[in-house]
């Protein structure tokens, strides 16, 4: 089950081919985008990881605007956390925002791959950078949900009665 959701939610955060346009919450696939970085971006979002990384790749081999190499790393940071592997998502989404440091779908997927490391503050830093950039993002509520179930510890409060 926790699979199930955690792979979802790498899959909100996917960024699509052209995202990056003026305007800090532009959500559009720009037209003559590569159409392997848009192939790429369709397969990852129907589960076809391997698919849709390999697509990708081939996509940034072939394109020249720095907001589609953003979009595309963070596609690839993406997919590699929805596969479990945090690690290498971690370093596609830092790629991205090296780019495009107002990608908030790129400070999300990170966010989301240090939760799947247990790097907590790192993914709730992220996640507030993300939160400050498009502040109306369903799934940041949905991580800052998985990142205060794995943190905040219930106390509980017992009284003796004599």
């Known amino acids: 089950m926790a699979r199930v959701l955690t792979s979802g939610l790498a899959l909100f955060a996917l960024t699509g081919p052209g995202w990056g346009q003026p305007g800090p919450v532009d959500n559009r696939t720009v037209l003559g985008a590569d159409e392997y970085l848009s192939a790429g971006a369709d397969a990852i979002r129907m ?3 391997d698919d849709g990384i390999r697509l990708t790749e081939l996509g940034l081999e072939r394109v020249q605007r720095r907001n589609d190499k953003a979009a595309g790393l963070s596609n690839l940071c ?10 290498r998502a971690i370093d596609y989404c830092s790629q991205s925002l090296a780019l495009n440091p107002h990608n908030w779908r790129a400070y999300s997927n990170r966010s989301y791959a240090y939760y799947l490391k247990g790097m907590f503050a790192e993914a709730k830093s992220d996640l507030d950078v993300a939160a400050s950039i498009n502040p109306d993002a369903r799934q940041l509520a949905q991580i800052q949900g998985m990142i205060n ?3 905040l510890r219930p106390r509980v409060i017992t009284e003796d009665h004599q």
Do not use: V
């Not at 997919?79 to 592997?85: I, L, R």
């Open 149 to 151: 179930e794995s943190t």
């Open 78 to 87: 993406a997919a590699h956390a929805a596969k479990g592997e945090p690690d």
């Open 47 to 49: 589960g076809r990881y």
